[in-house]
T-cell receptor, first 112, second 114 residues
Framework: GESVGLHLPTLSVQEGDNSIINCAYS??????FIWYKQESGKGPQFIID?????DKRQGQRVTVLLNKTVKHLSLQIAATQPGDSAVYFC???????????FGKGTRLSVIA | NAGVMQNPRHLVRRRGQEARLRCSPM?????VYWYRQLPEEGLKFMVY????????ESGMPKERFSAEFPKEGPSILRIQQVVRGDSAAYFC????????????FGSGTQLSVL
C-alpha cells in the first residue's frame, strides 16, 4: 500500500505485482516530462520520457501516462522486481532554455 | 562512451573553507546543469551553463556560490566560506542541447561541512 513517511511518500508492493507511481506537476505550460529512478548513493537515472502531444508511452516494463487536463503524470512498472526498489522522481520542462524541475519523489519498496 | 563524471565523490570541509566540485559532461554535450539534493528530498535546480556562458542561475544563492564552464576543462561549482547548511549532495547533469531533452546525471558529490 501507499503511505506517507517522514519525508518521502512510500509505496510498498509485492514482487511480481504492478506498481503505479503518481505525480502531480505544477506548470500547465510544461510540455516535456521525464521519470527518473534514483538508487541510494547514486545519481538519477533516466527511465522514460513523454512530450505533451502524447498521453501514453511505453518502454520495457514501464509505461508513462500523461493527463494534461488535471496535470497528472503516472509511471507504471509491470512485474515489479527487487531491483526496482528506489526513489522515483518525475520532472517537467517548458520549451526553451528552462531547467528541468523535479517533483518530491516516491520511494518504491519491493517486498520479495 | 563515459557518462557524466563528477569528482570528488565525497568532500569534507570545515566551516569557512572553500569547496570546489568538478563535473565533466558526457562527450558531445555542451550544456551543464547543477542540482542540489538534501536527504529525503528532490533535486533543486541551481545553475545552467553552456560553454563559457551562464544561461540561468536563478536557483543559486547570490553570495558564496559561483559556477563556471570554461572553454576547456570541466564545469566547476565553487562554494566559498562554507557553512553547515551547505552540506548536501550536489549533482551535475549534461545534455546535448537545450531543446527539451533528457538530462544525464553524474553520481554526485557529497559535501559534508564540519
Amino acid at each position: 500500500g501507499e503511505s506517507v513517511g517522514l519525508h518521502l511518500p512510500t509505496l510498498s508492493v509485492q514482487e511480481g505485482d504492478n506498481s503505479i507511481i503518481n505525480c502531480a506537476y505544477s506548470n500547465s505550460a510544461s510540455d516535456y516530462f521525464i521519470w527518473y529512478k534514483q538508487e541510494s548513493g547514486k545519481g538519477p537515472q533516466f527511465i522514460i520520457d513523454i512530450r505533451s502531444n502524447m498521453d501514453k508511452r511505453q518502454g520495457q516494463r514501464v509505461t508513462v501516462l500523461l493527463n494534461k487536463t488535471v496535470k497528472h503524470l503516472s509511471l507504471q512498472i509491470a512485474a515489479t522486481q527487487p531491483g526496482d526498489s528506489a526513489v522515483y522522481f518525475c520532472a517537467e520542462n517548458m520549451r526553451g532554455n528552462t531547467p528541468l524541475v523535479f517533483g518530491k519523489g516516491t520511494r518504491l519498496s519491493v517486498i520479495a | 562512451n563515459a557518462g557524466v563524471m563528477q569528482n570528488p565523490r565525497h568532500l569534507v570541509r570545515r566551516r569557512g573553507q572553500e569547496a570546489r566540485l568538478r563535473c565533466s559532461p558526457m562527450k558531445g554535450h555542451s550544456h551543464v546543469y547543477w542540482y542540489r539534493q538534501l536527504p529525503e528530498e528532490g533535486l533543486k535546480f541551481m545553475v545552467y551553463l553552456q560553454k563559457e556562458n551562464i544561461i540561468d542561475e536563478s536557483g543559486m544563492p547570490k553570495e558564496r556560490f559561483s559556477a563556471e564552464f570554461p572553454k576547456e576543462g570541466p564545469s566547476i561549482l565553487r562554494i566559498q566560506q562554507v557553512v553547515r547548511g551547505d552540506s548536501a549532495a550536489y549533482f551535475c547533469a549534461s545534455s546535448r542541447g537545450n531543446g527539451n531533452e533528457k538530462l544525464f546525471f553524474g553520481s554526485g558529490t557529497q559535501l559534508s561541512v564540519l
